[in-house]
């Protein structure tokens, strides 16, 4: 394998904008406790200058994934689009830092600023979310390079790119750069929502692509049946399934080879990001070889550590706790 780079993830690369506020603040600012909702740009200015308090932490769904897989020491890269301004290169910054290779220079000219989410976090814990796409609505073909979706051992795309016509071309270039050049391709599948809105496609890639990650609502939602049925429909059209069930076994299939792997269940202080790093663990396991239940296993450690604590992204070494559990040497 002479591949540049371990694993490349293709996504939205989204500030994450955080404050403290009580219920009262989200009824004054009419805020949906407890839900992502997308807002213009106007509404998006208005939040982030009500905030008190902000900290703010680089995000986006597979972002978080390859940060992850950066920080257990495997050669990661990102595609993404952030502007040049404070929170683009603060972006772009914050990912090197964690030893992901960001691989687009800010974008400076245009009228877009970098994506953000203004995410508000009530007394109980409960996180409401407000999502400015900005910038990372324009992600397209011409921001995917040959020399980094082309030199990925594992690709790993982001679903939410279907919302966009320019997004799925860019999706669809890197996942062949990186099949051409002896790559795996693989995506998440996002949210229910998003594969409703992508249903046939969706199945398509289930079929295409060579790995498929998604949690129990997603796979009922895209093949419209109950798991069981809807798994065993997957299995038989794609090369590897993964499926989360918050809190329950998680069931990973390659051709006739089938994992069970007990969850140990713990109540999340956050759980933001859960399903990212259940990701970034699978794929360290896949990425260095290890088998389907050792990698699912993997895939648990990453998601309990990090609902442990705030934050999307892993805090403690988790490379540490595979070995702590026997996992690696």
Known sequence: MSQKYQVVGIGNAIVDVISQSDDSFLDLMGIEKGIMQLVERERGEMLYAAMTNRTQAPGGSVANTVAGLGSLG????FIGRVHDDALGRFY????QAEGTNFVNAPVAGG??????SMIFVSPDGERSM??????SSELGPEDVSDDVAGQAQLLFLEGYLYDKDKGKEAFERAAKLCRDGGGKAGIALSDPFCVDRHRDDFRRLVRD????????HEWESLYQTDLSSALEQAAAESGL????RSGHDVVLVQ??????VPVNEIVPVDATGAGDQFAAGFLYGVATGQSLEVSGRMGC?????????YGARPEADVKALFQKEGLIG
């Open 130 to 135: 407000n999502t400015y796409l900005g910038i």
């Open 241 to 244: 399934i993964v499926c989360t």
């Open 111 to 116: 009228e877009l600023p970098t994506s953000r």
């Open 209 to 216: 692509l060579d790995f498929v990650i998604g949690n129990q």
């Open 301 to 309: 450690i990453a998601a309990a550590e990090v609902i442990s604590h």
């Open 92 to 95: 772009a910054s914050s990912m």
């Open 255 to 260: 051709g006739d080879e089938e994992a069970v």
């Open 74 to 77: 495997l050669s990661t890269g």
